[in-house]
């Protein structure tokens, strides 16, 4: 039987694991999720999702005649130039990826990388931001994070760590009394936190709280309404430094055109309303395949 060489990919999240066989043009071949334990405020405890997902896809490679070349693999932390994770805010680990993965799939390339810069590239290549010349990528799911995209290629920064517009401050002009990041503010999670701290139900993300509001919970319309005002306005900001081609915005919360959407999409245009044609607000065309795309061609490139 002849097989066909292709990349194993994953892009690792707070809320899902991703898993997928990518062939050498792009295409998804085969997709899986599992949900990402928890271990209190962190997730995937010792990385043991990130290894069982990729034990099965190796597993499913085998059972379609198809051979792993590498793998590239997403995570939603700092991670450096030689693909170590540098920080610890998001995932529960205490084993480097690289030698959990390449434990699962020995003698196998293991390539790690950031999950936005991930993502990024898989739009650069495939995506929404194919033929523009840069691009400022922004990840709104479980968290928030970015990335500047030059000639195709996300920017890491010095230390990797230039992914970081979560830190950013929220603006006064739309919650004065907030002290927390932006991150804490508008992200997936922070809409679910945000939601619970005013009483009466508890949210764990977004989705929960867009129900809420759509049963006409005043509380949540105005949580999800402060959320994208917040990220819009920050997104005007940000114009006015890199003076981008586009904002191509990814992410399950960045891709739903929902209440946060429209909020975020009115608040940017009044940010931008002294500038002649403001960069376009574009959503990721490969929508939750883009970090698995993007992974892969790290992996293969």
Known sequence: MSTTEVTAALDVGGTKIAAGLVAADGTVLHRAERPTAVDGRLRDPGLAGTAAAARALLAEAGRRGLTVGALGAGFPEYVAADGLLTSREVLAWDIQPQRVLRAELPGIPVVVG???????????????????????????????????????????????????LGAFEVP???????????????????IGDRRSALGGVTTPGAREVTELAERGDPDAVRVLATAGAALGTVLAMAVRLLDPDAIVLGGGLGTARGPVWSAMESAYAEGCA?????????????GPAAGLIGAAHLASA
Request: glycine fraction near 18%; hydrophobic fraction near 35%.
């Open 114 to 164: 950031s999950d936005v810069r991930c993502g990024a590239l898989g739009e650069a290549r495939y995506g929404a931001g194919r033929g523009l010349d840069n691009f400022l990528y922004v990840s709104l799911g479980t968290g928030l994070s970015s990335t500047v995209v030059l000639g195709g290629t996300p920017v890491p920064g010095r230390r990797g760590e230039a992914i970081a």
């Open 172 to 190: 006064a002009s739309v919650d004065p009394g907030w002290r927390g990041s932006l991150e804490e503010y508008c992200s997936g999670r922070g």
């Open 274 to 286: 002294a500038r002649p044609d403001a960069p376009s607000l574009l959503s990721a065309a490969l």
